[in-house]
């Protein structure tokens, strides 16, 4: 399963709010609600995503195999 937990410590570590991603960047509400759910994105968002926040796809997501906890350390 791809999760979205390394994307909110992007965000934390680089002090960018999702405020600000929604107001500055023109990032959707209902794309943050997707990402706080672990539902999938596009492969657009995600290179849009790593452009805003200057990082790389380990940036934004993790694999997590199937049955282990959602979280990726």
Not at 25 to 32: D, F, M
Not at 41 to 70: F, H, K, M, R, W
């Amino acid at each position: 399963m791809i999760v979205y937990d390394p994307f909110f410590r992007t965000l934390k570590e680089k002090k960018i709010s999702t405020y600000k991603l929604i107001k500055e960047y023109g990032v959707t509400s209902s794309l943050l609600d997707r990402m706080k759910h672990n539902k999938s994105i596009t492969t657009t968002t995600l290179n849009d995503l790593c452009s805003i926040l200057g990082c790389g796809v380990e940036g934004i997501l993790a694999y997590v195999p199937d049955g282990e906890p959602d979280a990726a350390e």
